[in-house]
């Protein structure tokens, strides 16, 4: 690997880290070049080794778990969305989902980062059109539903995120990976239409869905 390169963002890795864990002058220029420091770093491996870190969940393994740097992808967009870099999420986001295939795991945490942010700016239309193409080429994956759920709630369409809801908090779903993301957008969804006994039946799930996982860690 270019050292030098790695080196450098490695450091500024770990600097923006402590930064953020210990509340200390949380540096956003600082992460900014970390990231960026990180998209140059995996391009120069491609220049000479072009199936390096080919696959996301390769990331790590491919850099020796020197930087844990998965992780801290996700506490550079953690910070960009607490600060409301919006522009910075969705470019941010962009730039991974580009930079990596998706054949062996899904973008979706980018993906749902991305339609938050485009929610948050206000640019419903190009997040409607975001999350249909989303849904379109990942229909099981819940965190697409669900980002498309809470996107028909803000723009108060009712109806329309119910029967979308009501596809995915069947029984067969329950277990999968962003289970409690869909059950999220359902209960704000009926604590939005004031539908109580459907509330209800979202928070058993979530309390059921809850149990599972804790019992799931203790094995």
């Given at each position: 690997?270019?050292?030098?390169t790695w080196e450098k963002a490695g450091e500024l890795?770990?600097?923006?880290?402590?930064?953020?864990?210990?509340?200390?002058?949380?540096?956003?220029?600082?992460?900014?070049?970390?990231?960026?420091?990180?998209?140059?770093?995996?391009?120069?491996?491609?220049?000479?080794?072009?199936?390096?870190?080919?696959?996301?969940?390769?990331?790590?393994?491919?850099?020796?778990?020197?930087?844990?740097?998965?992780?801290?992808?996700?506490?550079?967009?953690?910070?960009?969305?607490?600060?409301?870099?919006?522009?910075?999420?969705?470019?941010?986001?962009?730039?991974?989902?580009?930079?990596?295939?998706?054949?062996?795991?899904?973008?979706?945490?980018?993906?749902?980062?991305?339609?938050?942010?485009?929610?948050?700016?206000?640019?419903?239309?190009?997040?409607?059109?975001?999350?249909?193409?989303?849904?379109?080429?990942?229909?099981?994956?819940?965190?697409?539903?669900?980002?498309?759920?809470?996107?028909?709630?803000?723009?108060?369409?009712?109806?329309?995120?119910?029967?979308?809801?009501?596809?995915?908090?069947?029984?067969?779903?329950?277990?999968?990976?962003?289970?409690?993301?869909?059950?999220?957008?359902?209960?704000?969804?009926y604590e939005m239409t004031d539908d109580i006994n459907a509330k209800q039946?979202?928070?058993?799930?979530?309390?059921?869905?809850?149990?599972?996982?804790?019992?799931?860690?203790?094995?």
């Amino acid at each position: 690997m270019n050292s030098k390169t790695w080196e450098k963002a490695g450091e500024l890795l770990r600097k923006s880290r402590l930064s953020t864990l210990t509340a200390i002058a949380r540096d956003e220029a600082c992460w900014n070049e970390a990231f960026e420091l990180t998209m140059l770093a995996i391009t120069e491996e491609r220049e000479s080794n072009p199936d390096f870190a080919a696959e996301y969940v390769d990331l790590d393994e491919a850099t020796d778990y020197q930087y844990n740097l998965t992780e801290c992808l996700e506490a550079y967009l953690n910070h960009m969305e607490a600060v409301e870099k919006w522009e910075v999420v969705i470019s941010s986001c962009n730039r991974v989902i580009e930079l990596f295939s998706w054949n062996r795991s899904k973008p979706s945490q980018f993906m749902y980062r991305k339609g938050n942010a485009l929610m948050a700016l206000g640019r419903f239309d190009e997040a409607k059109r975001f999350g249909k193409q989303w849904l379109e080429k990942y229909p099981n994956d819940l965190y697409a539903a669900a980002s498309n759920a809470y996107l028909l709630v803000a723009m108060g369409c009712f109806e329309e995120a119910k029967t979308l809801t009501e596809q995915y908090i069947r029984d067969e779903y329950c277990c999968q990976d962003g289970a409690d993301t869909i059950f999220m957008a359902a209960y704000r969804l009926y604590e939005m239409t004031d539908d109580i006994n459907a509330k209800q039946r979202i928070e058993h799930k979530i309390a059921e869905y809850n149990r599972m996982m804790a019992n799931k860690g203790n094995f």
